[in-house]
């Protein structure tokens, strides 16, 4: 007898059924973010400020909150034909492993060569670049995943492509050198001595093993001092979410023809583009005052911008290059501890998401500590077969944590969780997970009063957030 | 407007239409292969003669020579549905790339987590085992997939595994051995000190670096002095040969969606499974006398079994521990050069196969040089997206040269090829392509001879090979 009793184990729609628009959540939002701040003017920024860094249209759909649909342009529906629709799976294994009455959905985004979520939002940043004239861009990348769609996405459209790769990945990671090499780009180890703020930073820290942050004021730099190109992010932006809108259009038109409506939706969080993605058609239910699921971000104990960072202005980098946005922060010199594997490592989260939080509509943040999201990954993977990404298995560990508690209750809540990657590059962090060489890591309250004084006094806009006790 | 001129790119079957019976070419050929000799009697090997190694339903298979289709098991067919059916993708991009007439299929079997079209198999005989009592298994991989694949399996039926992983691989692919250990599998690099073979082996050469034919014998050894275990293998058997078919139904019945059939077929071959597989039900129409595509087995200059080995008996393993089968050889002492990186490092090939390309009904074989074969793989990775397994790009290479062939005919032929599994863990092979340090090796007549030496001189049943010049 089979273990689905006649259901599918995975929902794929037809190529036709692929949303042909991206629905930006922000025309729906109560209250809007508030608005990014030049950081040389601290005034609002203009299409004209942006446009320098960005490509033109990307930086219209940055400042857009009137539009809800934005249609996608053929050339990047093509593609996405490649390797969409994803799969929404049932995990009916996992179900049965842990003997819960809940049913537990996953939009698996891992299956491409990226390994990731990331190329959806690549693929159309590079269409707009090559749509502009450009003739390349610059990036930055920290576990490698971006940097690998962006890469994939470049050669597509014949963009050259730099990416800064944070130095310890860099190191640790060769094979994710070796993937964006394959696809075309160049590489290199942030900070760097190829740009002015990589090499300010090496002489500050010749040993510096580089953050996010740092590797974001390099690609900057190289997009605005380079003819024909512009930076692209693969996250925390408002474009960057509404072009992930795309896995939660699939995952509820998919959930739709099975006649099912999740109770609880679960997305791990470091910039906020998956979360972001997932959640935004459900999430607009919610702001139409219609049912919607239990929201709940996920994110390292190690790196907990929302459940334990500030609501503030603060710059995006380290270098203090980029705009200030307003968002749950810990801080733009936060460096997480290095023993910390499972990514989501950015200082900030997405200012809708932020917003979204601080307003009550994205339910809950959680905090979770990386063995125990390892420990689920093992679990997963043993189950299900697919092997998880270390981000992924974050929203992992959450999802097996509600189905044991519907276990306790009895209830037959429906949970749907992000799948965003696999882990298949990650298998070091899973060697030290499996011979016990795996810690954990929370930063003490005196660590973030330290990382919070880099969150800046602004005039009149935000004042002494450096000064006050955490809390 | 679309490249794919509103066709599909991908083909998915239903979980409903995945295929509910293995199909066993050799009920159909017209000349079955030689039965397989025992070792010590060299008589017919019958079941009980297997059954001490193989599970016994898993021997029966071995030996069926009769029934054309063999059910496969609910519970086996319940693990395909969570990876299966794999899609069928027209090559839209490559074409284009190419600029070719030729219309480009291929089976995509790397999008488990496996990463290979070895799991339909393993998950296969897994059940058996459990099915039959069991409480473990043994087997040996070279590049790892096929160890990989057990893992997943094994752990999910409950079974114990021991890997024997050949020496070189061990060294030079730690991310395999994580994966393996992930799934609960114990891990050897053999030759190893754990068995009488092994032990042996590292006395006569301390430095071994192993083959597939020492794993082979290692792992048989463990599973016949182990208590509730035996021995299982990925390639070269009937029964995984037979198992594999389902690659070859789904992708008959995928192209019938379309209109279309094959008139090239295209598959790497080390020991044959996903070539076999592939074949299958298009071999059944040539057998019956039916249009049929041109079949082409394509291998490695450096491990050349089918254009340069000799159709004898010889021994499947370096310790001459396992039967003797009648196949194309290289001799069972040869040893690929430490340099082929592109795996298919088997030096025989399946009986099936070899029967049919003795016979004529497997119309050709060319071997290709690595450098080409990543050549092809870089080629087809920017164009498709996905990165291919080395293994697999040696199918990707003749494939490309089929359709350049067709672009210069101005013939617009169907192309069908199997895509066996993904790159990620072959990324160092890729690194020494793309910086220019691999090489290729052919070996000389001289070095064939000398492995030759070791195809068995068996009285009247075979005379004088070792002997023979070659050709």
Redesign the interface.
Known sequence: ????HGE???V?L??AEIPQQFYNVRADMATDHAPILHPGTLQPVTLADLEPIFCAELARQELNDRDRLIDIP?QV??FY???RPSPLIRAY?LEKALDTPAKIFYKYEG???S?SHKLNSAIAQAFYAKDQGLTGLTTETGAGQWGTAMS?AC??FGLKLDVFMVKVSYEQK??RK??M????ADIYASPSNTTEVGRKMLADDPASLGSLGTAISEAVERAVTSEGRRYVLGSVLNQVLMHQSIIGLEAKAALEKLGEYPDILIGCAGGGSNLGGLMAPFMQDRLAGQRAPHFIAVEPASCPSMTRGRFAYDFCDLGQVTPLAKMYTLGHAFMPSANHAGGLRYHGMSPILSQLYHDGYLDEARAVEQTSVFEAA?TF??A????PAPESAHAVRVAIDEALRCKQSGEAKTILFGLTG?G??D??A??SY?DGTMSDYIPTDADLARSFQSIPRLPGIQEGFADESQG
Do not use: C, F, Q, W
């Open positions: 007898m089979s273990t689905n599918p184990y995975k794929y037809s190529e053929e529906l093509d034909r490649m390797y294994y299956g491409n060569t390994g994939m050669v597509y060769p094979y070796i993937i090499h394959t696809y075309g093992v993977a043993r299900e077969g697919t092997l696999n298949t590059l298998l070091a899973y060697s499996l």
